[in-house]
């Protein structure tokens, strides 16, 4: 089973950028569908967006949409989010998850991501 932990949340300025980093150990990334959602205070969880085991991006939520970008680097086993052009609707709690979508598989329905990390805090403010 594979386990993940996320890295490089912080507070950023409006109009920042930040990069999350997915580590993974337990299990070769390459097999998995790896997910970022976000948890804002008082907020359900939100899906954001999708890098399948064959490396194509899918957004699960408009709000990332010409902002975010994510990409994996499968000899470091790490997953990561660029976030760009930040507002404080970017303020979360961000969690990366995996799918075993198994080896050229597609980014999965949201609801199939099995494991969880434990979250990085972002908060965007002046």
């Known amino acids: 089973q594979v386990q993940l932990v996320e890295s490089g949340g912080g507070l950023v300025q409006p109009g920042g950028s930040l990069r999350l980093s997915c580590a993974a150990s337990g299990g070769t990334l390459g097999y998995y569908a790896i997910g970022w959602f976000r948890q804002a205070p008082g907020k359900e969880r939100e899906a954001v967006l999708c890098i399948s085991s064959s490396d194509s991006s899918w957004y699960y939520a408009d709000s990332g949409k010409g902002r975010f970008t994510i990409a994996r680097d499968n000899a470091k086993n790490t997953v990561y989010l660029q976030m760009n052009k930040m507002t404080t609707e970017d303020t979360a709690v961000y969690y990366c998850?995996?799918?075993?979508?198994?080896w050229g598989g597609g980014c999965p329905s949201s609801d199939l991501f099995d494991t969880w990390g434990h979250g990085t805090q972002v908060t965007v403010s002046s």
């Open positions: 998850a995996a799918a075993p979508t198994g």
